[in-house]
């Protein structure tokens, strides 16, 4: 790229990040006068978006006045693992499926720790590493969903079942 396509490739970066910037503010500008259950997802990832976009636009900035070429961007991407072919792909909708009906049966609530252990415990995880984190997946998802916010949950079919017998 030519000294001029730099400039203006910097440039271009900058307007979009303050565009981006924009719109989340925009976005918590609205959510602030609505109820506090209502506004605070926007406004807890508005306040992370904007922290974030004012990193970028510092970096955006810096790189223009300077002159030089952006560094390369970090890649995201996951290192490529073997293929398991057909069968990996059975076990992963196995696990999907297998903690859908365990919601289904005994709640959301229970659900969530008794799959993490599970999981982490097939897959290597030690006896207590797996009820760690088991125990702090469940008191996250209690404290958030059932504490902080209170979502009525549905009734799990073995409430259901034990209420119909007794």
């Known amino acids: 790229m030519t000294p001029a396509q730099l400039n203006r490739h910097g440039i271009e970066k900058c ?3 303050l565009l981006v910037g924009a719109v ?11 109820p506090l259950r209502a506004s605070i997802i926007v406004l807890v990832l508005g306040i992370i978006g904007v922290s974030l976009t004012v990193a970028q636009l510092v970096s955006d900035v810096r790189n223009l006045i300077s002159g030089s070429k952006p560094p390369e961007a970090l890649t995201m ?3 490529v693992g073997e293929s398991s072919g057909r069968w990996g792909a059975l076990e ?10 365990l919601i289904q049966l005994i709640g959301f609530l229970y659900a969530i720790p008794v799959f993490v252990l599970s999981y982490a415990k097939t897959y290597g995880g030690g006896w ?10 469940g008191s996250f ?19 259901q079942l034990v209420l119909a017998f007794f």
Do not use: K
Request: glycine share 8%; proline share 7%.
């Open 141 to 159: 998802v209690y404290g958030i969903f059932d504490g902080l916010l209170h979502v009525p949950w549905p009734t799990p079919l073995l409430h």
């Open 77 to 79: 991407e996951a290192p």
């Open 15 to 17: 307007i979009f990040t």
């Open 92 to 101: 992963i909708w196995g696990w999907i499926i297998g903690f859908i009906v």
């Open 24 to 34: 989340l503010v925009i976005a918590m500008t609205v959510a602030w006068e609505w």
């Open 128 to 137: 207590l590493l797996s009820t760690l984190l088991a125990i702090f997946a």
